[in-house]
Structures are given as structure tokens and as C-alpha cells.
DNA sequence: GCAATATAGTTCCATATGGAACAATAAAGG
DNA sequence: CCTTTATTGTTCCATATGGAACTATATTGC
């Protein structure tokens, strides 16, 4: 019906003079957009209330400001996220006996599950995404972008 | 000052479940969203006004809804785009004569320009950040890259 | 100790963006 | 032809999110 049919953005792949960046965005709209979007349509969660869960489920006892720090997310994105999950009883705040302004931040174990139960269905979809790899090819694929992940304090800003 | 002072980010890429799906969230944190925010505030143009942009360097007179298929925006976000790209002078849009509902769309001089800078300055980026790898693994990872993003419509949707 | 400064967290506001309903036009079916 | 259906693009609305101002508390300098 239409002469450009054919067209996607796949096409542009090849022509761009941005290769690395494309395919990284490719990725992220394709895939990680959608999947993001699902999650706060079946959970209500929102996408800095997932940060704060991943933060939180690694370490205890956070205070807002580190995960700001952490995740270099602006302050009052984080500030809604952690009263919200408060409100979902995902995770709990109480006040700093030694400088009351910080609150002591802490995962529950509702919380925990949500985050494993979500994990776990990220992980299902990324080795999806990932199975026209062999093995070595995706150890292959983590190894590169690592290495350009952590040099982050050279290539970031300007 | 802070007992997890070290904490980063960074630090949950070795323990994550989906060390793809991570790492490239971790450059679209850093990387592309950094970028684009820069080119709203220094531009004034909007992500869907690049998509937009970057199509039309790509192919001559599209309609609205090709760009809806090539990027899977949604229409409204397309319309917007395209009518403030229209006032910026950057594209034209000319009602097609023989389905009066669709409008051809056609990159100027200027958005052309416009997006040449933008696409060098992106690619000026791109090339700092991936300084620590290799021709060969810069290579390797745009193939591997290459990989999955072509086999979409493999993963897509659930 | 007190004034000046820094910091944690919140609120206010502006805006980007997606979903759904809608208007205008075209295509299909009888 | 005329009705029904599909399609294009827009508008309306709800919401996510970042910047900046603000409040409350803590720290620093004198």
C-alpha cells in the first residue's frame, strides 16, 4: 500500500554515523521502554520507585541522599518514589536519632519480593532477547559494554 | 563522611541478573539521557522532534504515520513534533493531493543542517566514550549489538 | 555561643509524553 | 450511490519527571 513499506528504523542501523549509540537506543526503545511500561501498568510502580528498590535491595540503611548519589537521580524524583513505596509498605523510613533531617531508608519483605518477582521476569526477557547469542558471544557483549560502563567518570559530562 | 561512600551504581553491575539489559540502561542513564537533555536546553528541540529529524535526513516525503511505523511513537506524539518542526522551518508539510488527510513531509535546508550538527556532535560523543576499546572490540560490539537489535521481531512483544 | 553556610528532604511549577476520544477524509460493501 | 468501516492526524487529559525555590536541621568559622 505504501512505497516506503519496507522502511523501519532497523534500516537506519546501518547508516548511522552514531553505530554504538543507535543500537544502544534501538535497545532501550524497543525494548526496555516497553517492558518498563508494562511493569507500571500491571504493578503501579514507576520507574525511580525501581531504582530505589534495586538500591535498596542491595544495601540497608540508605538515606535518600545516597541514592540520589548512586543513581545520580535529581533529589525530589527520589523523595516521591521513596514516600510512595512508604505508602506501599515496600519499604520503610525512620527518622536519624543522630541528625534528624536523614531518614534511615529499608527494603520489607513485601518489597523484596516485588523487586525479586520483577527481576526474575527481566531476566526471562533479556535471555529472550539474547538468545540468537551463543554463550561466548554474550560473555563477549557484557565484557565490551562493561568496559565502557565503568571508564563512565571519563567519557561523562562534556 | 558517608559509611557507603564507595557505592555506585557501578557497583550492582557485577551482581545483577540481567548484566545486558543493565550495562545498557547504565549508558542510557549516563550517556544518552546527559545528551539529549543537553540538545533540548541548547536547541530547543525534543526527543520526538529529533526521531522526527533523523527519519526525514533518512527519506523524502514521508506521511506522519510512516514515522508513527518506522519509530512506534505514538501518532499524537508524531503530531506534535512535526507541527512544531514545521514552525521551526525545519520541515515542510504539504497536504497530499490525492488523500487529502495526509500531509508530505520534506527535511529543509536548515533542519537538515540542524541535524548534520547535532548527528556530529553525537558522534564526537560517542567516540570519547567508547576510547577505551579497541577498533577491533569497537567492532565486535557493534556486531554483536547488530545482532540482536535485527532479530526484533524475534523478541518483541512478550 | 552565634552568625553564616551547607545539607536533607519536600513542594511548587513547567513541560514532555502516552492513552483515548475525536474530526475529517477515504475505502469497501452492498 | 449510500452506508459502514478504516485511516490520518489532532486535541484532550492524565501523569511522570526535572529544575528551582523552600523548610528544617546540622555544621563551620569566628
Redesign the interface.
Known sequence: M?Y?EG???????D???????Y??????????E?LLRRMERDTGLIRPELTVL?CLS??DN??A??IC????QPSNTVSRAVTSLVGKACITRTRDTVDTRRQVLNITEAGRAIHDDL??G??R??A??????TAD??E???L?????????N????E
Chains 1, 2 share one sequence.
Not at 7 to 13: A, H
Not at 23 to 32: A, D, E, G, K, P
Not at 154 to 157: K, L, N, V
Open positions: 505504501n516506503i522502511m523501519k528504523l532497523i534500516d537506519i542501523l547508516a548511522t554515523d552514531i553505530p554504538v549509540a543500537r544502544i537506543s534501538f535497545l532501550t526503545n524497543f525494548w526496555r516497553p534495586i542491595f544495601r540508605l538515606y541522599r545516597d548519589e548512586i543513581t545520580e527481576m526474575d527481566f531476566s526477557s533479556e529472550r532477547m539474547l538468545q540468537s547469542l558471544e554474550r563477549t557483549l557484557i565490551l559494554l562493561d568496559k565502557v560502563a565503568r571508564d563512565v571519563r567519557w561523562r559530562g
